[in-house]
């Protein structure tokens, strides 16, 4: 009985050594898991009010008796179906416009106002081909004014049959057409070139009366603009083109239509012609 009263102590004592010895190994090894539970929840903790901070920044906090860090996670988890909606705010009408009073700015040139400024010589050739050439305008002319010429033409009792009077009409058009373009080309281009200035019409600046427009627009032909001061001048380029066109279609007209009369006869011609012309640009169109 002694025997087994001693074999059970030291198998006793024996069990209480191992239960101290595991006791003592495993409670670092808790102790550390445990910290490392409440690093890991305390990150846990910081992510979720982060995430529950944006989403849900307007959300009151719980009662005094809440868990706060049990919302936060409620929030992070639900933010998504949580919605917060903001104020609205009524739209704010347009102002309104200001009407503008009806009249010409006085800061902003206006859209019919055309350039004054010199042309240089390639601009000037380029006026001249555009005016003689390149629009449908003189050639029209021509023909009309062949249709007119063969028509009150009667020297040679004309007029016979109608392929005569259209093969006559066509000479006139002809005719026309090439001192048209011979005065274009020294008015326009040479004689403007040389005495530089401005072979454009422009039309009357400022507002005035009609009989203003009338007589600035027939004294257009003995007035122009000068290249270097802007200023009015002598139509020099116009008057002498005219006159040399005059005298080259020596050339090319008729027998009887040839002599230093008919010269001056045609060049008067083409100034009232211009004077015409004038007349249109300065009531319907620009220059």
Known sequence: MVNFLRRSTKRSFVALLLIASLISIASPIVAASELEDKKSDSAKAANNSETASTTTRDI?????????KTINVAYSLFGDSITVESPRVAPTSPAPSVPQKSGKSSSSPSSNVVSTAPMTAGEKFNYFMKRSFLSFTPYALSIFNGFVSEA?????GRHMTAGDFMADSMTHAVRGFTFRATANFFEKFAFATVLRQDPRYHRAPGKRSVGARVIYATTRVFVTQGDRCGCNQFNFSFLGGGLAASGLAEQWVRPEDR???RVFARWGSHIGVRMFTNLLSEFIGGQ
């Open 60 to 68: 009151p906090s719980s009662s005094a008796g809440g868990d706060r």
């Open 152 to 156: 009150t033409d009667n020297d040679h």
């Open 259 to 261: 002599g230093i009369d």
